[in-house]
T-cell receptor
């Protein structure tokens, strides 16, 4: 079983839409949860950490469900600039992080 | 932008060549990493250096050899690579916390 699993997509949504991604993880001892964004031919960049109580950053909301071992990312009012691949990252520390294969999002005008 | 710079951006090499990838971080972080990203696969951790000491190598083939001369610099020495080693090689640093800051990567093609 993979450490981290994501729906690869692609998700094609119109501007202004709300889109949600889920990611499941296999290690119940995981303590670190992140969403990274990777643009085509660029490096991954941290989008947001995911905390147990859930957290929000502008149009982005991340949630953690430890019981079901998944994290989610919700993007509201999608912009063209949100088009990218979103990587789910889970682990027990910086030296033990596992990346998902990523979910590709395309926001259409 | 992120304070982690990698060179070269692109590299084409033959299977008998020897080359090195270079990474430099200007963020004062204590840990540095090499990751490999192949098409349609998740990022794979290759090497970790924490406070200039290697802490993980994840069974990487010996044709990849890392070097960390100080906390700001990291190298990946390559020799006798195989075509399946073609990938994007990403360097990252971390302040011994959890968040990773990546360099722009080296796109490697092995012919």
């Amino acid at each position: 079983r993979k450490e981290v699993e994501q729906d690869p997509g692609p998700f094609n949504v119109p501007e202004g839409a709300t889109v949600a991604f889920n990611c499941t993880y296999s290690n119940s001892a995981s303590q670190s949860f992140f969403w990274y964004r990777q643009d085509c031919r660029k490096e991954p960049k941290l989008l947001m950490s995911v905390y147990s109580s859930g957290n929000e950053d502008g149009r982005f909301t991340a949630q953690l469900n430890r019981a079901s071992q998944y994290i989610s990312l919700l993007i509201r009012d999608s912009k063209l600039s949100d088009s990218a691949t979103y990587l789910c990252v889970v682990g027990t520390g910086a030296n033990n992080l596992f990346f998902g294969t990523g979910t590709r999002l395309t926001v259409i005008p | 932008e992120t304070g982690v710079t990698q060179t070269p951006r692109h590299l084409v090499m033959g299977m008998t060549n020897k080359k090195s990838l270079k990474c430099e971080q200007h963020l004062g972080h204590n840990a540095m990493y090499w990751y490999k990203q192949s098409a349609k696969k998740p990022l794979e951790l290759m090497f970790v250096y924490s406070l200039e000491e290697r802490v993980e190598n994840n069974s990487v083939p010996s044709r990849f050899s890392p070097e960390c001369p100080n906390s700001s610099h990291l190298f990946l020495h390559l020799h006798t690579l195989q075509p399946e080693d073609s990938a994007l090689y990403l360097c990252a640093s971390s302040p011994l916390g959890e968040k990773l800051f990546f360099g722009s990567g080296t796109q490697l093609s092995v012919l």
